[in-house]
């Protein structure tokens, strides 16, 4: 039996609340994070209230294309980045930020030959053990980082 659910989204409301972030951060960039198909709503239908946001994240390779194939041309940020070196020539091609979150990523990207360097976004495990390089690794994976070529 199904669940007797019902999601409804307001785009004014979230346009709304994009712009209270902007007016509390002034000069600050804002990224919309929209992950799993806009957590349920539709992408697609989500994007017109989110016109204000420098860019959008998410953590879908494909939502990331189809954004590009619908023509959004802002920055879009992958918060898992990319997992093997053959998905990085996509990231290039389609103009994709990434997050690095582990050193094997660097490696990733120290071997790659891309046609455009990428945007690099490095997470820090700052106590939550989820994702991120140890706080103590950064220096060295920055200086790595700032080296490559791909970056």
């Known amino acids: 039996m199904a669940r007797p659910l019902f999601a409804q989204i307001n785009l004014a ?4 609340n994009l712009a209270q972030v902007r007016e509390r951060a002034p000069n600050t960039q804002v990224l919309a994070v929209v992950k799993a198909n806009a957590y349920g709503h539709g992408l697609l239908r989500v994007l017109p209230a989110l016109d204000d946001a420098d860019g959008l994240a998410l953590l879908e390779l494909d939502a990331a294309l189809a954004l ?6 802002r920055r879009i940020l992958l ?4 997992f093997a070196p053959d998905e990085l020539p996509e990231f290039a091609a389609r103009r994709l930020a990434t997050v690095v979150h582990h050193a094997d990523q660097v490696t990733m990207l120290e071997h790659a030959h891309l046609e455009r360097p ?7 495990n ?12 950064v220096a060295a994976l920055v200086d790595r980082l700032t080296q490559c070529d791909s970056v």
């Open 126 to 137: 700052t106590g939550m053990n989820r994702l991120g390089v140890r706080p103590g690794d």
């Open 68 to 73: 590009r194939a619908a023509h959004y041309t």
């Open 13 to 16: 409301a979230l346009r709304g």
């Open 118 to 124: 990428l945007e690099v976004f490095l997470k820090v």
């Open 79 to 82: 918060l898992e980045g990319f």
